[in-house]
């Protein structure tokens, strides 16, 4: 049976809080999620002093602060980051998180010595990180919010440049180009890479989500394609699991009312545990492209399907008719099917009313 990677994303919905971190684990643990999900960074490596907030950001932060105070709030150490893996560890769930610099991929690759990481939507144009998250060796899950299948295309060359060059050779244009379009580095994409389609609005509007976008990531670039769901709500991903996606991935908090960046547009711990349920359960309902009776239809065959019986006692030697014959429940005499192969022929025996005929 299809199994969905869910990944429940706590983002900064810890809000700076170590404690609140492992309760967002809890949570996503007890809810079935495969992984939780943060984000590691330095302020001061990802965003200028007078970077402005998104719109959405403006509207759940303090007006007056910049976005780089707001993150500063909002960073998590480096033994941090070793607690929550631990704790993790000891819950039974994934510690996957997203690097937004340099310095955090080492601190997650090399420190953490985590196996795969994720890529926000925001970097995939940000090709130094691409390049060094790809040469850690990490699988990737990288979104794809904003951008075309271009942007795509070109980070997908850095990655496969990443993931087979040695690193004696420069990166440049042409060389992410050849990389992309060797057997190589299609085989290592495929074995290494996910695309998430993405819409980045928070909460992301239904008409601008577009979720046969997964179809056209599968297509042009050959690889495993999910959604990572900015809407509110559950429908969206639970569709995209009945579209196909191999990953989920989902902002949760603890409450949609802490002060905070992405809390408005997050699940709460019920609404999490009520969207993974309805994942599974979907994925029971997609089971097998196979169209045959299922084992559990079997024993009602009989009973909802018809025979060809008698409609009033017949006597041997005698014509079938239309008249004298009648289609009713149960099954299991001769199949209507077969109704105009016996109207005109004599009748073997005699049968009185509603006898299945032979």
């Known amino acids: 049976?299809?199994?969905?990677?869910?990944?429940?994303?706590?983002?900064?919905?810890?809000?700076?809080?170590?404690?609140?971190?492992?309760?967002?684990?809890?949570?996503?643990?007890?809810?079935?999620?495969?992984?939780?999900?943060?984000?590691?960074?330095?302020?001061?490596?990802?965003?200028?002093?007078?970077?402005?907030?998104?719109?959405?950001?403006?509207?759940?932060?303090?007006?007056?602060?910049?976005?780089?105070?707001?993150?500063?709030?909002?960073?998590?150490?480096?033994?941090?980051?070793?607690?929550?893996?631990?704790?993790?560890?000891?819950?039974?769930?994934?510690?996957?998180?997203?690097?937004?610099?340099?310095?955090?991929?080492?601190?997650?690759t090399q420190t953490l010595q985590l196996t795969q990481l994720k890529i926000s939507s925001g970097?995939?144009?940000?090709?130094?990180?691409?390049?060094?998250?790809?040469?850690?060796?990490?699988?990737?899950?990288?979104?794809?919010?904003?951008?075309?299948?271009?942007?795509?295309?070109?980070?997908?060359?850095?990655?496969?440049?990443?993931?087979?060059?040695?690193?004696?050779?420069?990166?440049?244009?042409?060389?992410?180009q050849k990389a992309l379009a060797s057997k190589?580095?299609?085989?290592?994409?495929?074995?290494?890479?996910?695309?998430?389609?993405?819409?980045?609005?928070?909460?992301?509007?239904?008409?601008?989500?577009?979720?046969?976008?997964?179809?056209?990531?599968?297509?042009?670039?050959?690889?495993?394609?999910?959604?990572?769901?900015h809407t509110a709500g559950i429908t969206a991903p639970i569709a995209a699991v009945a579209r196909g996606a191999n990953v989920i991935e989902k902002h949760f908090t603890l409450d949609r009312n802490l002060p905070g960046p992405d809390h408005k547009a997050s699940l709460e711990p019920k609404e999490l545990i009520l969207m993974i349920t309805s994942i599974r359960q979907v994925e029971s309902l997609l089971g097998s492209p196979s169209k045959t009776p299922a084992p559990s239809e079997q024993k009602n065959l009989a009973i909802a399907r018809k025979s060809i019986v008698a409609a009033r006692a017949i006597k041997r030697g005698e014509l079938f008719t239309e008249s004298n014959l009648a289609v009713k429940r149960p099954g299991g005499g001769l199949s209507p099917m077969c109704y105009w192969d016996i109207v005109g022929k004599r009748a073997e025996k005699d049968y009185a009313p509603d006898e299945q005929v032979l």
């Open 1 to 108: 049976m299809k199994h969905t990677y869910i990944i429940a994303e706590a983002g900064v919905n810890h809000n700076g809080s170590i404690q609140m971190a492992k309760q967002l684990i809890d949570a996503a643990a007890e809810a079935g999620a495969d992984a939780v999900k943060f984000q590691t960074f330095k302020a001061d490596h990802l965003v200028t002093q007078d970077a402005p907030k998104a719109q959405y950001q403006q509207t759940t932060t303090h007006r007056t602060e910049t976005q780089y105070e707001m993150l500063k709030k909002l960073e998590l150490s480096e033994q941090d980051h070793i607690e929550l893996l631990n704790y993790c560890k000891q819950r039974g769930i994934n510690f996957l998180s997203t690097p937004f610099d340099l310095e955090s991929i080492d601190l997650l």
């Open 123 to 176: 970097e995939i144009t940000n090709a130094p990180l691409l390049l060094k998250a790809a040469r850690s060796g990490a699988s990737l899950i990288v979104s794809t919010g904003m951008s075309t299948l271009e942007d795509i295309e070109a980070a997908l060359g850095v990655l496969a440049f990443g993931y087979t060059a040695p690193t004696t050779e420069s990166p440049s244009n042409e060389a992410f």
């Open 184 to 229: 190589g580095g299609k085989q290592v994409l495929m074995e290494k890479v996910t695309l998430l389609h993405c819409t980045t609005e928070y909460p992301a509007p239904f008409y601008d989500v577009n979720l046969l976008a997964m179809d056209t990531l599968r297509e042009a670039f050959g690889l495993k394609a999910g959604f990572s769901d």
